[in-house]
Nanobody
Framework: QVQPVESGGGLVQAGGSLRLSCAVS????????MGWFRQAPGKEREFVAT????????YYADSVKGRFTISRDNAKNTVYLQMNSLKPEDTATYYC????????????????????WGQGTQVTVSS
């Protein structure tokens, strides 16, 4: 069983930065593709970023490309989302998700592909 737990959310002014962390319990973290998603009030959950279990491949939503960076430390069973140049439209609950994969560079970006989800962490960007 894999259980992601997010942390690092908070209130920040526009233009500021935050780093989200997702600690994953379980012995199979290294074989999991990890993804970050977000959901704003009244909107559907949307893809933000994903990273292969080897860390060699990443993919981002156009809305965050160049501002957000996803990374992972397999020794610490943790995936990160560094968010820079934050905008009010980045305000949302951010979720971490895990998907087992046998392929070292495989990526997933669709919600239904992920098997394990965290409870989310709130990010609020003030203008």
């Amino acid at each position: 069983q894999v259980q992601p737990v997010e942390s690092g959310g908070g209130l920040v002014q526009a233009g500021g930065s935050l780093r989200l962390s997702c600690a994953v319990s379980g012995r199979t973290f290294n074989n999991n593709v990890m993804g970050w998603f977000r959901q704003a009030p009244g909107k559907e959950r949307e893809f933000v970023a994903t990273i292969s279990w080897s860390g060699e491949a990443t993919y981002y939503a156009d809305s965050v490309k160049g501002r957000f960076t996803i990374s992972r430390d397999n020794a610490k069973n943790t995936v990160y989302l560094q968010m820079n140049s934050l905008k009010p439209e980045d305000t949302a609950t951010y979720y971490c998700a895990a998907k087992p994969s046998p392929y070292s560079r495989h990526l997933y970006y669709r919600i239904f592909e992920y098997d394990y989800w965290g409870q989310g962490t709130q990010v609020t960007v003030s203008s």
